[in-house]
């Protein structure tokens, strides 16, 4: 699977918009890009994945760079409860048994 | 929704007992996992299952094992507790067979051995 490169942290208001960045300039033609979140003590989240056009669902947006090599996930409208450790994944769609490995993430704290 | 559960939240156990982790998924999927978290070491593989019965060892099986004799049921072995073996324990499902392989975990299992 492809390295990613998330920053170590960011914050942001409640009410507005988290723009998490993720590299990931070795992705190759067949891999996916997947979010996941893991708030404090509790199991990870799966929350979106694209593979290369922009993907939106009710929990958050995913752009794509055209070239592929970065990506960004956007919350539209943050609350506190969307403190958390949000992980950027890079992945074959392969079979069945595929497994995650996760990295370091990046820590978002949202501010009231 | 998916639910994923497991049987405890915290869990301490001492040194040789054997303790068994169980995990249970709702949503009819094929496939389970049992990962660990550690700080500074992220999310390692420990075992997974893709059918009833059947086992694959994940990246680091030594000291665990492993049993799936219903689908909806995953249950994590640990034959003699050890202090290295404290931990949190996470279990996760998904479901092949469709365009994505999104797992879904449950809450986890903070076991301490002491």
């Known amino acids: 699977d492809a390295k990613t490169t998330q920053p170590p942290s960011m914050d942001c208001a409640e009410g507005r918009a988290a723009n998490l960045p993720c590299n990931h300039s070795t992705i190759s033609g067949n891999e996916y890009v997947y979010w996941y979140r893991q708030i404090h003590s509790q199991g990870p989240q799966y929350i979106i994945h694209?593979?290369?056009n922009n993907e939106t669902n009710e929990m958050a947006s995913l752009i794509i760079t055209e070239d592929r090599k970065s990506s960004t996930l956007i919350l539209p409208h943050a609350t506190l409860r969307d403190t958390a450790v949000y992980y950027c994944i890079v992945r074959e769609r392969t079979g069945a048994n595929s497994k995650l490995t996760f990295g370091k993430g990046i820590t978002l704290s949202v501010r009231p | 929704d998916v639910k994923v559960t497991q049987s405890s939240r915290y869990l301490v156990k001492r040194t040789g007992e054997k303790v068994f982790l169980e995990c249970v998924q709702d949503?009819?999927?094929?496939?389970m996992f049992w990962y660990r978290q550690d700080p500074g070491l992220g999310l390692r593989l420990i075992y997974f299952?893709?059918?009833?019965?059947?086992?694959e060892k994940g990246d680091i099986p030594e000291g665990y094992s492993v049993s799936r004799e219903k689908k909806e049921r995953f249950s994590l072995i640990l034959e003699s507790a050890s202090t290295n073996q404290t931990s949190m324990y996470l279990c996760?499902?998904?479901?092949?067979?469709?365009?994505?392989?999104?797992?879904?975990f449950g809450p986890g299992t903070r076991l301490t051995v002491t």
């Open positions: 694209g593979l290369k």
């Open positions: 299952s893709y059918d009833v019965k059947m086992k």
């Open positions: 996760a499902s998904s479901a092949p067979g469709r365009p994505t392989y999104e797992q879904y």
């Open positions: 949503m009819d999927h094929e496939n």
